[in-house]
């Protein structure tokens, strides 16, 4: 059991690695621009995990861990990562990331979370969430076109050439999807062992082990001050979970979890909207500001881990 989910973290880490790196150096020859790159290419690639541990908890009868994942994902990537990442260095925020991504994050999170008040997310609304993802990802690269951005952040990540990257993003899937089968099968074992219910496992050990290649990645690219790969990593990562994750599960499986509780769609609800305003002060995240949010998620999880 506890072998199975240190092998699945780490099949799942490398196999996000792989997928980034591959993924970043397609789109470096596409020629689009870092804050592009971080939205979709590199957030989408870290997001895999979330995606093959959901659809494969939804399918397996899991609702809760299925939504728990998407969940506790999203409140680990903004109260964590991007505290961790501002703790490691101030980051500065580009403009369009406030006026338009994080306002959609925003916007998605209202959505889904209108669809999941009854405790479950049928088929039509996963459809409805997933063409958003559909949706978003074209409108970013359309937007990414029109701006000027140099693609310094993204040079980084080029590899020797097309068909290695292919071969990286080939390898990183197929590790992506034997790390889930093993992370959800040791989660899941856990659960019942502890007597803890799968909701709280879903919205806190899953979720955090699946995040682990955006904490990587954003905890990197504010050391290397590659702030657009970094937050942009976490507002990408946070619409496609929400959007594609929950969408894909749900379309393939239609998910109950009543295990999901007000606290849970509070707390991502709250920490999506703060980032807000600490982003539009000064347009950059500063250490302080880091360290509120990982306090606000230490008391998240003080208030939610002793509930079933």
Request: aromatic letters at 4%; a positive charge; charged letters at 10%.
């Amino acid at each position: 059991m506890t072998l199975a989910i240190l092998a699945g973290c780490l099949l799942l880490y490398a196999g996000a690695e792989a997928l980034v790196r591959g993924g970043a150096g397609l789109a470096a020859r596409a020629g689009v621009s870092p804050l592009v790159v971080g939205l979709t290419v590199v957030a989408y690639g870290t997001s895999m995990p979330e995606l093959v541990v959901s659809i494969t908890a939804g399918t397996g009868g899991h609702g809760d861990v299925a939504v728990g994942n998407v969940i506790g994902s999203n409140i680990f990537n903004i109260a964590v990562i991007l505290g961790l990442s501002a703790l490691i260095r101030p980051i500065a925020v580009h403009v369009n990331v406030v006026r338009r991504d994080v306002l959609l994050m925003l916007v998605a999170t209202l959505l889904a979370l209108a669809l999941m008040v009854d405790g479950r997310v049928g088929r039509v609304e996963g459809i409805v969430l997933f063409a958003g993802a559909v949706t978003y990802t074209t409108l970013a690269f359309v937007w990414g076109r029109r701006e000027s951005s140099e693609l310094d952040g993204v040079a980084q990540e080029r590899t020797g050439g097309v068909v290695t990257a292919l071969a990286l993003v080939l390898g990183g899937l197929v590790a992506l999807v034997v790390g889930s089968r093993l992370f959800t099968s040791g989660a899941i074992e856990l659960a019942q062992r502890l007597g803890v219910g799968e909701a709280v496992i879903g919205l806190t050990i899953v979720s955090a082990g699946t995040s682990l290649p955006e904490l990587a990645t954003s905890a990197v690219a504010a050391m290397r001050r590659q702030a657009d790969i970094a937050v942009g990593n976490i507002v990408g990562s946070n619409i496609f979970n929400l959007l594609c994750i929950l969408g894909a599960a749900a379309t393939v499986a239609p998910l109950q979890a009543a295990g999901i509780r007000a606290l849970d769609l509070a707390a991502v609800t709250v920490v999506s909207i703060l980032i807000l305003p600490l982003m539009r002060t000064g347009y950059r995240l500063s250490r302080w500001e880091g360290a509120l949010l990982l306090a606000l998620y230490a008391g998240y999880l003080i208030a939610r881990w002793p509930s079933k």
